[in-house]
């Protein structure tokens, strides 16, 4: 297994983990800290949950406005390594909302580098995103695949790959690597960690949630997509597998570093097959119907991953969706409450 092994040289670092009681960020937290690094964390909490933080990590309750408050952290905790994960993440509310995502997205994380700056912190490992391409012009997509997104989601994120590459250019100390997720899924094998969002619109927890009674039919958005089934298909990553990209991308980085890589499994699925592949998982038969397409959706996305793999011996060991579904759905059966913190949608 090429991830187990590749990690097996990395030295201890302190990491500051901004929105590390997010989704995707709590199961960071929980890999860096089984990989045996000093974990502080910084939220604040507008979509993140308290208790999904790692228990042996520094807690905040701090926005990525708040500057100085970074600055602080950064310096007390002696951070060597920021990773990043706080953002607005829905392509649907960004369309309606794009302020939102510029102000959070975009001018949040400059007011991260500024705090960096400031603390002389020089090493970020930033959450990019496929919707960055857009439309691509071509499959599978790779790294140098033009990037145009269709969303201000995307927008959001690609303004900020383009900060980084010139912030890099006059900063000969900083090193970065954006990763440019495809669709995140799953949970914490050990059932510890999941999925709680407030709304929940992303596929596979919906599905769960409909199949567990606590919402009613979820809507196939488009069946007229130039797609063999005609619903619109995507790449999806454990979110296990991506963490320890994470941890592998920050260990590469050297001064000077600019690096951007793929992360997701390289095949694609239809919204029928997950839903097909959710029924099989749960025995359970999910109620769906078909409905409009949603603004913004691209009709397929999937990665070529190999670049990731080629340099930092990263490669995804979850290689179909059912395993993603079954953590997922383990999760969901034992929290339908989500983290219990947060009003019912
Ligand atoms: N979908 C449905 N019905 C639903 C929810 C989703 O048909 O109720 C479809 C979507 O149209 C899409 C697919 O299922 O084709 C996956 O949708 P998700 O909402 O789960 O995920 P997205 O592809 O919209 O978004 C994900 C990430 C974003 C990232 C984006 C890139 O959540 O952060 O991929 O396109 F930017």
């Known amino acids: 297994m090429p991830c187990l092994k590749a990690l097996g040289g990395i030295r201890q670092m302190n990491v500051l983990v901004v929105g590390g009681a997010g989704y995707i960020g709590s199961h960071a937290v929980k890999t860096l800290v089984e990989h045996g690094h000093r974990v502080t964390v910084v939220d604040n909490l507008v979509r993140g949950h308290r208790q999904a933080v790692h228990p042996a990590a520094t807690f905040y309750a701090i926005g990525l406005a708040d500057t100085p408050d970074l600055v602080r952290v950064l310096r007390d905790h002696a951070i060597d390594c920021v990773m990043h994960f706080a953002a607005l993440a829905y392509v649907g509310e960004s369309v309606k909302e794009p302020l939102a995502y510029y102000d959070n997205n975009t001018a949040g994380t400059i007011s991260l580098l500024k705090a960096m700056r400031e603390a002389g912190v020089h090493r970020l490992v930033f959450s990019s995103t496929c919707a960055t391409y857009g439309e691509p012009t071509s499959l599978p997509i790779v790294e140098t695949t033009p990037q145009a997104p269709v969303n201000p989601y995307g927008w959001s994120k690609w303004c900020v790959e383009r900060v980084l590459r010139d912030c ?61 089934d005609g619903t619109c298909i995507r790449d999806y990553i454990h979110v296990e597998d991506l963490c320890e990209a994470h941890i592998l991308a920050m260990d590469a980085l050297q001064p000077g570093d600019t690096r951007f890589y793929n992360l997701g499994i390289g095949r694609g699925y239809s919204v029928r097959e997950v839903i097909e592949a959710a029924k099989v998982v749960t025995g359970v038969s999910i109620p769906v ?13 999937y990665a070529d991953a190999s670049k990731i793999q080629r340099e930092l011996g990263w490669a995804a060991r979850t290689r179909t969706v059912e395993p993603m579904i079954a953590t997922a759905w383990n999760w969901f059966r034992s929290h339908p409450e989500g983290y219990g913190d947060k009003e019912p949608v």
């Open 168 to 228: 890099a250019a006059a900063d000969p100390e900083l090193a970065f690597v954006a990763l440019r997720y495809f669709n995140v899924a799953g949970c914490a094998s050990d059932g510890s960690l999941g999925e709680d969002h407030d709304p929940e619109t992303h596929l596979i927890p919906s599905l769960l949630l409909a199949a567990l009674g606590r919402r009613g039919p979820v809507a196939i958005f488009g069946t007229d997509y130039p797609t063999p």
């Open 289 to 301: 119907e078909i409905g409009p397409r949603r603004p913004g959706d691209p009709p397929v996305l």
